[in-house]
Every structure is written in structure tokens, then in C-alpha cells.
């Protein structure tokens, strides 16, 4: 760490696995640059606070009852989120600002920032009654950011009844994204969906800045365009896994014993399966997989959650399960990041959270993409037809689909030339982030910014 600047800055991650690793990156990046770091955090999901003995970590209440913790629908519960979590945080930050007011001597701190995750909502007018400045933290890529707040104007119209022969074109007001990827959006709830896309607008645009952890290199048009929109500040800072793993942050204890195991087998071999923190694959699915995986041949590493105490791996019945363990590995948590640097990794067969592509992309490891909902359509999009470094399964979950899938990608001369392409992709993501790189820049940018408050 760089000698302490004297300043502060309050982070305030929301709940999720998916957004408290970026805001913890965050929080070592800035730390390196000198900065004091305090955590707000939320008592469900809260963030080891002993993994980060150099940040300060202070929890609110969220009143959420256990039942409501363990709700599928994401948008109910960061909303309910929202409506709980206001008046504890209200009181959490005016006693910090008061007491860093009070303070005297050589301890004394400023607090320069409230650094928030773009979900929540009543953040920006609290920061401002309190004379604070705002920035808004995005865990998602800047190009469905932008886009996403089209979806609103997109319910009522021809996107319900798509023809099948128009299924496969471009969605012209949200590209790369195709007609049938909008429709799959417009079946989620939208009640209580739309009315918080247009807080989340008005909040950010409101705000003191904006940032991503992503690069001019993977998202130069929709980082120009966000700005000309949003008026306000964008800061596109990483991804800087190398430098600043995301793993520490992990809510779950991850399997070491992945590693030994990995070490046992050949170079670029292995199919690393994971599909994320939110996602729940039904039972035909991960029978579906479960063949694929056995059937390509291949060794494989499966991460397969508990849900709601369902250990997803005992629904599988015993005679495919004991064929599985024959040429691959199954845990319920993987320390991700190292295994995707292992150099027995070949391929990722992942749900393409942005997390997880960025993850794959920093570490050159080509991938098969199973989106389910939300940014993961967009991303796997990207990997597929724009960069050209995975192949798409375009939702079908069926074994003959996954075993071709992976054999392609592991075998076969076009499996060596995605290969050839993610490795471009990574040397010119890694350059970002080094020394008079894109994101290096942007990061300094940030670093000043926060300091002249
Ligand atoms: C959610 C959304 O689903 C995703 O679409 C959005 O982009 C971010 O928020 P999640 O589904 O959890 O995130 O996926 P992802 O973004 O990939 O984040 C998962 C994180 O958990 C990654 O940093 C990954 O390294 C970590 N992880 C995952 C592990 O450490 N171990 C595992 O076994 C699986």
C-alpha cells in the first residue's frame, strides 16, 4: 500500500456474490492508492471481515426475515433490500461523518466518498443531504448498462410475438443482443422491475461519477455513448483480477482440493463447469450435463451448489454419478480464480455472469456459454459473435448439444483458433490495466476525482 493520503472512503457493496467481489477489488485498489477503507455491509450475505484485516467492516441490519433471504426473485429481494436498509444506513453514515468531524491530531481522516453498487436507490439523495458526493459502482458491462434501460419500451411491443423467422436477427435497439434474447428478458415481472430501472436511471445520472470494471478494449462504443448519456464521470478501472484477486471475498468456503486435482492432469485438458452464485439449474438439467460432460470424454471440474439445503450433486442417481467421478470432479464451491489459471484448464462452461467473463477472459481460457437471465445474454453474446472466443449453446440444455460443444472447443482446428483469439483478447486486456494502459488511466482519473472532494 501506498502511504495513507488521509482520506476515506465509505463502500456499500449490495448483498450478492456478483457485486460484493467487484466492491472489494475496488476497495484493494484504492487502498493500494492510499486510501482508508470502511465497508458497510448488510448482515445477510455480509463480507468475511477477517479475509481484510486493513478495511474497517460495520454491519446494519437488513430485516429480512430468513424466508425472505431465500426468495429466486433477485429483483424482490434487492428491493426489499432497498426498503429496509435506508433508515440503519441513514444512521450508520451520519455517525461516521460525525465522528471523523470530531476527530482531532494525527489520526484525523476526511471522508472524501460514498462508493455504492448502482442498486441501490436511496443512496444518492441520502449522500446528498449530508453533503457527501455519491459515486455508483456497476457490476455489469458497460454496454448492457446502457442498454438495459431500453427494456421498459420494448414490453408492449412486437417483441411478444416474435415470428420464427425473425428470432435469430439483431435487436436493432439493443445489439448484439437477437429478438429472441429481448423476449426472454420481457418474461421476467415487471411490475415492480421498470419503476426500479428508472431509479437506478435517475440516481446515477444524479451522481458524482460512474464506474465499471471493465476496459476501453472490451467496451469502447458503450463507454463513449454512456457518457454523452449520463452526463456524469465514467470510470472503466479493471478487470485487474491478476493484480487484485476477487477470491477473498468468496461468501462460500471454496474447495482447495480442486487444485491437487487439477495438478494431475494434462495441459489444457479440462472443462471447468460453474454457472455463478444466483444461478439454479433444474434436475433434467444437470442430468443433461452430467451425460454431456460423461459423454465427451473429457476430464471435467463441476461446481454444483447447495440451494436452499438441496445439495444439487445427490440429485443425480448413483450409476451416472459413479460413471462422472471416473473422469471428473465434482465440489460445491471452486476457488475460481486459480482454477481458471491452472494450466490444466481448456475450456469454461459457464452461465457468462460478467464476473465470470471477465475472470476467464484475464486468464485466456476460451468458453461455452449457457446464459440464463439478466447481463448474461448480452455478455455471452459478446463471446461468442463479437470477440469470437467461445461458442454459444443458444439454451439448449441437451447432452449431445454440450458433448459437441466441448469437443469442438477442446479438440477440434476450431477449438485452436477460438483459442488463438482469446489469448489476443487477453494480452490486450492485460495491457489495460499495466502502466499508460486504458484502464491504468482511467483508474488515475478516478483517484483524482475522489480526492478532490
Ligand atoms: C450476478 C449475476 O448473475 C451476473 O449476471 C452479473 O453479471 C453479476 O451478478 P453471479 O451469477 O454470481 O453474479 O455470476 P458472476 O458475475 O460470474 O460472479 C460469480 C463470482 O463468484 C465470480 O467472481 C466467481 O469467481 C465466483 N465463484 C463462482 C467462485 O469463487 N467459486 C465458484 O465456485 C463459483
Known sequence: MEKSNGLRVILFPLPIQGCINPMIQLAKI?????????????????????????????????????AETRTPDITLLILLLNQRCESPFRYCLTKLLQSADSETGEEKQRISCLIDDSGWIFTQP???????????????????????????????????QLQDSEKEDLAPEF??????????????????????????????????????????ELDQDSLTQTRQEFQVPIYAIGPSHNQFPASSSSLLTPDETCIPWLNKQEDKSVIYVSFGSLVTISESELLEISWGLRNSNQPFLWVIRVVDSVNGAK?????????????????????QQEVLKHRAIGGFLTHSGWNSTVESVCEGVPMICLPYFWDQMLNARFVCEIWMVGLHL???????????????LLLETEGEAIRERMELLKEKVGRSVKENGSAYRSLGHLVDHISSF
Open 315 to 335: 440429485l443425480i442417481p448413483e450409476e451416472i454419478m459413479r460413471r462422472l467421478n471416473e473422469k471428473g470432479k465434482i465440489v460445491e464451491w471452486a476457488p
Open 394 to 408: 443458444e439454451g439448449r440444455v441437451e447432452r449431445n448439444e454440450i458433448e459437441r460443444a466441448i469437443r469442438r
Open 30 to 66: 484504492l487502498h493500494s492508492r492510499g486510501f482508508s477503507i470502511t465497508v458497510i455491509h448488510t448482515r445477510f450475505n455480509a463480507p468475511r471481515a477477517s479475509s481484510h484485516p486493513l478495511f474497517t467492516f460495520l454491519q446494519i441490519p437488513d430485516g429480512l426475515s430468513e
Open 126 to 160: 441520502l449522500a446528498k443531504s449530508l453533503n457527501l458526493p455519491r459515486l455508483a459502482l456497476n457490476p455489469t458491462k458497460p454496454s448492457f448498462f446502457r442498454g438495459h434501460f431500453v427494456l421498459p419500451q420494448l414490453r408492449h411491443g412486437r417483441y411478444r
Open 175 to 216: 445489439p448484439p443482443l437477437r429478438k429472441k434474447d429481448i423476449s426472454r428478458f420481457l418474461d421476467v415481472e415487471t411490475e415492480i422491475l421498470d419503476p426500479y430501472l428508472g431509479k437506478i436511471y435517475e440516481t446515477v445520472k444524479a451522481s458524482s461519477g460512474l464506474i465499471f470494471m471493465s476496459c476501453e
